[in-house]
């Protein structure tokens, strides 16, 4: 089973970023799909999570109306994109693959947004 994330990286406040979370091992289409995030000294924040057929989604009041949580279950791919970036998104950016039984998680992809 992996997950790998990718996309993350400096950005300056105001610009945005799309991270990608390639799935293997498993049946992705069976799998709710979220991401988190854990900003240093910080508790780690549930920031989007979307069903198995992509026709539900959640996202953190923090980030509605800036982040989009969307997947690709022929790629086997969940996206997560970044608008109008603020400092405080600043964190290492997980994904997260969940049935209720079993969850797996990613190495994480670090975002800094700084000027």
């Known amino acids: 089973v992996q997950l790998v994330e990718s996309g993350g990286g400096l950005v300056q406040p105001g610009g945005s970023l799309r991270l990608s979370c390639a799935a293997s091992?498993?049946?992705?289409?069976?799998?709710?799909m979220r991401w988190n995030r854990q900003a240093p000294g910080k508790e780690r924040e549930l920031v989007a999570t979307?069903?198995?057929?992509?026709?539900?989604?959640v996202h953190a009041d923090s980030v509605k109306g800036r982040f989009t949580i969307s997947r690709d279950n022929v790629k086997n791919t969940v996206y997560l994109q970044m608008n109008n970036l603020k400092p405080e998104d600043t964190a290492v950016y997980y994904c997260?693959?969940?049935?209720?039984?079993?969850?797996?998680w990613g190495q994480g992809t670090q975002v800094t947004v700084s000027s």
């Open positions: 091992g498993f049946t992705f289409s069976r799998y709710d």
């Open positions: 997260i693959a969940d049935d209720a039984v079993i969850t797996y």
């Open positions: 979307i069903s198995r057929t992509g026709g539900s989604t």
